[in-house]
T-cell receptor, first 116, second 112 residues
Framework: GAVVSQHPSRVICKSGTSVKIECRSLDFQATTMFWYRQFPKQSLMLMATSNEGSKATYEQGVEKDKFLINHASLTLSTLTVTSAHPEDSSFYIC????????????FGPGTRLTVL | KQEVTQIPAALSVPEGENLVLNCSFTDSAIYNLQWFRQDPGKGLTSLLLIQSSQREQTSGRLNASLDKSSGRSTLYIAASQPGDSATYLCAGVQGGSEKLVFGKGTKLTVNP
């Protein structure tokens, strides 16, 4: 149980285009979803926290107009990287919490974004 | 602000060896601490979760300890195997927050 999926697993795009990444909780209702970014040899860094039906809370230094987060249902959150640039190339991982009786985060497999 | 440090950054051992990975955190007001495994290009697999009221957790060949007073956690791997090769991350949740703060990880290589 407590499986989280992400789609796509890998995406390559041209500079200036927008990319949408989906995060789904497959067998539980995720009241909260988190988006992380990991640059090579660096820690996972939290980008934003989203609760279903409300606006996401962004961490300091993360541009909310560039990284659009939508958490429209209890099983789906999307991250859209708008006008992507090469410096946005990274590994994006989502996690979800909401399994009854626990605040444990369950992580998706990640999405490798490469912006040319 | 919570900061998590992991030492060493990389570790290479022969198969069968017992080993210890270290994690330190700056703020002792930690709600829980979690150890993860990350394979190259993959997501995270949760290994062990230690609540602030606990001192250790065990799962198979893995044992994790937590010492809040010294700001340290260790992950002990017994009888290491080549399949244990991965990057091991520790992450702490600050009391009163849902946010996980990660260390940079220790890349473990177990040589056959």
């Amino acid at each position: 149980g407590a499986v989280v999926s992400q789609h796509p697993s890998r995406v390559i795009c041209k500079s200036g285009t927008s990319v949408k990444i989906e995060c789904r909780s497959l067998d539980f209702q995720a009241t909260t979803m988190f988006w992380y970014r990991q640059f090579p040899k660096q820690s996972l860094m939290l980008m934003a926290t989203s609760n279903e039906g409300s606006k996401a809370t962004y961490e300091q230094g993360v541009e909310k107009d560039k990284f659009l987060i939508n958490h429209a249902s209890l099983t789906l959150s999307t991250l859209t990287v708008t006008s992507a640039h090469p410096e946005d190339s990274s590994f994006y991982i989502c996690s979800a919490s909401g399994v009854a009786g626990t605040d444990t985060q369950y992580f998706g497999p990640g999405t490798r974004l490469t912006v040319l | 602000k919570q900061e998590v440090t992991q030492i060493p950054a990389a570790l290479s051992v022969p198969e069968g060896e017992n080993l210890v990975l270290n994690c330190s955190f700056t703020d002792s007001a930690i709600y829980n601490l979690q150890w993860f495994r990350q394979d190259p290009g993959k997501g995270l697999t949760s290994l062990l979760l230690i609540q602030s009221s606990q001192r250790e957790q065990t799962s198979g060949r893995l044992n994790a300890s937590l010492d809040k007073s010294s700001g340290r956690s260790t992950l002990y791997i017994a009888a290491s195997q080549p399949g244990d090769s991965a990057t091991y991350l520790c992450a702490g949740v600050q009391g009163g927050s849902e946010k996980l703060v990660f260390g940079k990880g220790t890349k473990l290589t177990v040589n056959p």
